[in-house]
């Protein structure tokens, strides 16, 4: 199993945020839509950076006073660590585990087509390991034919 194959299952679509956007528009867009990071982009869906919830509470940490005012490229992580369509599974987790990162972008022909979490992965992988255990337990029931 790969990056497409969860992407196809839980679908394409990344919320994004521009860099001239204020702080309090990421934690609203992160509770409107349930999610757990913004991708930043440009206006031509360039990757300028990535803001998770961590981004945020450090923010409001260090000025609480003027949290309102606080803009996204202010805090975003700029190094944003992007798989391939084609990664498999084990080493998306690999990589997310290696740069304590919890989601992914994935870029196809220098384009974003989805992001991955951390969940996603760990469901794809219980995924693989059902199947191979049921076709473990069929062989050792005899249900192939020999």
């Not at 679509?13 to 999610?35: A, E, G, P, Q």
């Not at 989601?103 to 390991?129: E, F, N, R, W």
Request: hydrophobic share 45%; aromatic share 4%; net charge negative.
């Amino acid at each position: 199993m790969n990056a497409t194959d969860i992407l196809a299952d839980k679908g394409t679509r990344v919320v994004t945020i521009h860099k001239d956007n204020l702080l309090v528009d990421v934690m609203s867009h992160f509770l409107v839509n349930r999610i757990g990071s913004l991708v930043v982009v440009d206006k031509y869906d360039k990757i300028l950076g990535i803001v998770a919830p961590l981004d945020v509470l450090k923010a409001v940490h260090q000025n609480p006073e003027s949290i309102s005012t606080v803009m996204v490229n202010e805090v975003m992580t700029e190094d944003v660590i992007a798989a391939d369509p084609e990664e498999n599974v084990d080493n998306l987790m690999a990589i997310m585990t290696e740069n304590r990162i919890r989601h992914i972008p994935i870029i196809q022909d220098g384009k974003m087509v989805g992001l991955v979490s951390i969940g996603d992965v760990v469901k794809a992988q219980l995924t693989v390991q059902d199947v191979e255990i049921n076709y473990m337990k069929d062989y050792i029931e005899g249900k192939y034919p020999a």
